[in-house]
């Protein structure tokens, strides 16, 4: 047996020893403060953030504050078409606004309002030539004096029956008594 207890006590030597018990108690004591300390710094990170709400809810000088993300938008794959501010297209909203607020003579006979590349077109229910010409000196005397750098090269009154009125804008348009 002397063999048996030698084989024995060689492999428990080479075996590492196991750690003492005042290690172990270390190990311990040094987890536990970590998780304490991790807990107190969870509760005051949380206090702080609700007393910050309190104070901007109790203060009258402060109203509360929501953020919110700005949406996503998808990537569009045709880029928008824009228009140019002071070309025709853009201007016929101004020119309906004028239709429908009376500030052209024989404004109850405007049907229609459009854009034909860069003159504006108002088609009428009128009949005599004069009224339209009146209609058309109107209205270009008030798209050459809105805006000196209007892109627009002239406007043209469509009549009933389908006739014309149109002249190239002019360079210079009088704008007294618009």
């Not at 045709?78 to 429908?100: E, F, H, I, W």
């Not at 309002?113 to 003159?119: C, K, N, P, R, Y």
């Not at 090269?153 to 014309?164: F, P």
Request: proline letters at 9%.
């Amino acid at each position: 047996m002397n063999q048996l207890e030698e084989a024995i006590a060689e492999v428990l030597a080479s075996a590492p020893a196991p750690p003492a018990l005042p290690a172990l108690q270390r190990r311990v004591r040094s987890r536990r403060r970590w998780r304490a300390l991790s807990t107190v710094a969870v509760i005051t990170v949380a206090l702080v953030g609700a007393l910050g709400i309190y104070a901007s809810i109790g203060s009258p000088r402060t109203a509360v504050r929501v953020e919110v993300p700005p949406a996503r938008v998808p990537p569009q794959t045709t880029p928008p078409t824009t228009l140019n501010p002071r070309g025709a297209a853009a201007n016929v909203p101004y020119v309906r606004q004028l239709v429908a607020e009376n500030k052209l003579p024989h404004a109850a006979a405007v049907t229609r309002v459009t854009a034909e590349g860069d003159l504006i077109v108002v088609f009428t229910t009128l009949s005599d030539r004069a009224s339209a010409e009146d209609l058309y000196e109107q209205l270009s005397r008030r798209v050459g004096c809105d805006d000196s750098y209007l892109f627009v090269k002239g406007v043209r009154v469509v009549l009933a029956d389908g006739a014309r009125i149109s002249r190239p804008r002019p360079g210079f348009v009088t704008c007294a008594g618009t």
